[in-house]
């Protein structure tokens, strides 16, 4: 069953602590992709990576941090140095370039109290 | 850079009557695609338009690519209460690795 995974679907975590969310696609992606939505909003891209050791920031990259070791995996780390972490965030892969269909995961929500 | 807006940001429909959103971009897109979000869950690809004027349709959703390639319209005919969720576009213009810009999405409410 071909798809992207992003675990866990709630998190919480205390303010000033780092926290990485996970996104996996078993779909053989090239691209794949970070995004922020806060509530009654769009969706505003964090990172996205093109290929496996490379990836690019977004709009609003200043305090996330990205790795990109595998081509299946794109962890999302939030750091402490991001002022208002709150947020649902998704992840999305595309076949090739970034600007195809991408397919999204079912998201994280972080609440950070 | 880029701008992508939606209009209207809410819609309330009564259950039956029509709805349209509306994209407009402040560049020329190579091409626009649509993406449907209920609540609760993420984004699921609807379509993506790439020829000027271009009219698509999906049963009673019909996509709409403007002739100058600027903007953009969804129009959904005797809405049904699965067409709840918000609808967003989303563009790319020019070549390279530029991203896909996503507009903030129409939120659409329909009244049984």
């Known amino acids: 069953d071909g798809g992207i995974t992003q675990s866990p679907k709630y998190l919480f975590r205390k303010e000033g602590q780092n926290v990485t969310l996970s996104c996996e696609q078993n779909?053989?992606?090239?691209?794949m992709y970070w995004y922020r939505q806060d509530p009654g909003q769009g969706l505003r891209l964090i990172y996205y990576s093109q290929i496996v050791n490379d990836f690019q920031k977004g709009d609003i990259a200043e305090g996330y941090s990205v790795s990109r070791e595998k081509k299946e995996s794109f962890p999302l780390t939030v750091t402490s140095a991001q002022k208002n972490p709150t947020a649902f965030y998704l992840c999305?892969?595309?076949?090739?370039?970034?600007?195809?269909?991408?397919?999204f995961g079912p998201g994280t929500r972080l609440l950070v109290l | 850079g880029q701008q992508v807006m939606q209009i209207p940001q809410y819609q309330h429909v009564q259950e039956g009557e029509d709805f349209t959103t509306y994209c407009n971009s402040s560049t020329t897109l190579s091409n626009i695609q649509w993406y449907k979000q209920r609540p609760g869950g993420h984004p699921v690809f609807l379509i993506q338009?790439?020829?000027?004027?271009e009219v698509k349709k999906q049963k009673r959703l019909t996509f709409q690519f403007g002739e100058a390639k600027k903007n953009s319209s969804l129009h959904i005919t005797a809405t049904q209460t699965t067409d709840v969720g918000t609808y967003f576009c989303?563009?790319?213009?020019?070549?390279?690795?530029?991203?896909?810009?996503f507009g903030k999405g129409t939120h659409l409410i329909i009244q049984p």
């Open positions: 999305a892969s595309s076949i090739g370039r970034v600007a195809e269909t991408q397919y």
């Open positions: 989303a563009g790319r213009s020019g070549g390279g690795a530029d991203g896909l810009t």
């Open positions: 338009l790439v020829k000027s004027g």
């Open positions: 779909l053989n992606h090239d691209a």
